[in-house]
């Protein structure tokens, strides 16, 4: 099965700082890769899918790239709203594999 | 408007069973896969299974397989879950989740309010 690492596991910025996140496939995935956002007591909202395409409704300063294994979120003005915990997603074939999670702070 | 309702949730004792059900509404169901993923608390989401838009093939976290199924009823736009040998470790909010169509399109983009899933230890 496909694992997935991400990095960091935390990390504190400034209002306005750019941010990224990292997320490493432990096999090529083309493009199948997606980021969601988890503020607490909510479910998880989907910012990025295919690495780079962002979804519907999502602020235009989360952006995606990457493809095979090394893909980054980026965050492009870091904003209080955006305090959360950010996972990618693998959906290569058939099972999804969730990354540990990066809790972003202000 | 997407929707999507869990429902069969509760609090089992270890070894017994539980039916998870997911009534969707808003979208074409036959054409999408369906995954459930569970939360356990202060833990990320953790995939569980999902099931493919004709129901011919089904995936599973290694933890559950040969104790949980997945299943769906197209006419009936509804998932499923059979849980069975139910483990401490199983206990989280259980959440019914549209997955991929296919090609460059959302996936993991609706979520229901989740199931809860108590065993104790």
């Known amino acids: 099965d496909i694992q997935v690492t991400q990095s960091p596991s935390s990390l504190s910025a400034s209002v306005g700082d750019r941010v990224t996140i990292t997320c490493r496939a432990s096999?090529?995935?083309?493009?199948?890769l997606a980021w969601l956002q988890q503020k607490p007591g909510k479910v998880p909202n989907l910012l990025i899918y295919?690495?780079?395409t962002l979804q519907s409704g999502a602020p235009s300063r989360f952006s995606g790239s990457g493809s095979g294994t090394d893909f980054t979120l980026t965050i492009s003005s870091l904003q209080p709203e955006d305090v959360a915990t950010y996972y990618c997603?693998?959906?290569?074939?058939?099972?999804?594999?969730f990354g540990q999670g990066t809790k972003v702070e202000i | 408007e997407v929707q999507l309702v869990e429902s069969g949730g509760g609090l089992v004792q270890p070894g017994d069973s539980l039916k998870l059900s997911c009534a969707t509404s808003?979208?074409?169901?036959?054409?999408?896969?369906m995954s459930w993923v569970r939360q356990a608390p202060g833990k990320g989401p953790e995939w569980v299974a999902d099931?493919?838009?004709?129901?011919?093939?089904?995936y599973y976290v290694d933890s559950v397989k040969g104790r949980f199924t997945i299943s769906r009823d197209n006419g009936k736009a509804s998932l499923y879950l059979q849980m069975n040998s139910l483990r401490a470790e199983d206990s989280a909010i259980y959440y019914c989740?549209?997955?991929?169509?296919?090609?460059?399109?959302?996936?993991?983009?609706?979520w229901g309010q989740g199931a809860r899933v108590t065993v104790p230890s």
């Open positions: 096999q090529g995935i083309a493009q199948s």
């Open positions: 808003g979208f074409t169901f036959s054409r999408h896969s």
């Open positions: 997603l693998s959906y290569y074939g058939g099972p999804r594999t």
């Open positions: 295919a690495a780079s």
């Open positions: 099931i493919i838009h004709d129901g011919s093939h089904e």
């Open positions: 989740v549209k997955d991929w169509i296919g090609g460059s399109m959302p996936l993991f983009d609706y």
